[in-house]
């Protein structure tokens, strides 16, 4: 599979942003999907993620509260919905599929291009 992030910006703290990442492919349903970021100077750090059928997500404690995932399985697409962001959270954005039930980036099969999201304060 292919993914493509897209959506980020440069936005204010305090404000939102909504992040896509669409998948190529007919199996979309079949993957466990993650958000990652990773900070300039810093590793790449689990965000949150979204089971298959999409009933059920996880998020970082950074991130719980403020971030929302959803996935449309009939558009092979999955969504980070961001608000009430904050400076620390500017970094590089980047979506991921497994085909198994892990969220370790290691244990993640694909991964998509990033995007930037820079909040200034």
């Known amino acids: 599979v292919q993914l493509q992030a897209s959506g980020g910006g440069l936005v204010q703290a305090g404000g939102s942003l909504r992040l896509s990442c669409e998948a190529s492919g007919r199996t979309f349903s079949r993957y466990t999907m993650g958000w990652f970021r990773q900070a300039p100077g810093k590793e790449r750090e689990f965000v949150g993620g979204?089971?298959?059928?999409?009933?059920?997500?996880n998020y970082a404690d950074s991130v719980k509260g403020r971030f929302t995932i959803s996935r449309d399985n009939a558009k092979n697409t999955m969504y980070l919905e961001m608000n009430s962001l904050k400076p620390e959270d500017t970094a590089v954005y980047y979506c991921a599929a497994n085909l198994g039930n892990s969220w370790y980036p290691r244990d993640m099969n694909y991964w998509g291009k990033g995007t930037l999201v820079t909040v200034s304060s």
């Open positions: 979204i089971r298959r059928s999409g009933d059920s997500a």
